[in-house]
């Protein structure tokens, strides 16, 4: 998934290759809850407030007719990461398996367009991307489509468990 500024590029890189087929759609959001919302979202004229690539890849998989949906590794456990800084700004701990035992950096929180999120700004944001997993749930109940979050730990709470050590028998 790109923005839409990188769709024509990517047209014209791939027009060679025959396996890669670049398709858009839109991104127009459509949250009441009905079923109006989805015959939109399953002819491509709206979605769920696509707020990461989580929520568009779930969304295309509905749509191109997957029946069961396993996701691995979306944990949102960033809420333990925010904090403020003495400078008033809402700040992600920047902290990675590879640093070792060095002190973990506060790294202001930026949006995508400038500027620092206010708290209230941030916490809306993240609750559009919340609120798209519970509508893409229901989207999905609408097909017979199964989603399944087996990330062990995850805030998400819009779809049905499933252990992947047990699943992937590992």
């Not at 087929?21 to 949250?31: A, G, I, K, L, P």
């Not at 191109?64 to 800084?85: A, P, Q, T, Y």
């Not at 779809?159 to 028998?169: P, T």
Request: hydrophobic share 40%; with cysteine; glycine share 6%.
């Amino acid at each position: 998934m790109v923005p839409c500024e990188g769709l024509d590029y990517l047209k014209e890189r791939f027009k060679l290759n025959a396996n890669i087929t670049v398709h858009d759609f839109s991104v127009y959001s459509m949250e009441t809850d009905t079923k109006l919302d989805y015959w939109f979202y399953s002819n491509f004229y709206a979605a769920p407030h696509i707020q990461n690539v989580i929520v568009g890849s779930i969304f295309l998989a509905i749509n191109f007719g997957f029946k069961e949906i396993n996701v691995l590794g979306f944990d949102h456990s960033w809420f333990e990461e925010v904090r403020v800084n003495a400078e008033n700004q809402v700040c992600l701990i920047d902290r990675h398996f590879y640093d070792g035992d060095s002190k973990p950096a506060l790294v202001p929180f930026y949006k995508v367009f400038g500027g620092v999120y206010k708290m209230h700004e941030a916490l809306v944001t993240h609750a559009k991307m919340f609120l798209g997993y519970h509508l893409l749930n229901k989207y999905a109940k609408t097909g017979d489509v199964k989603i399944y979050n087996c990330t062990e730990g995850s805030y998400v709470d819009a779809f049905e468990r499933k252990n992947a050590i047990i699943y992937l028998n590992i």
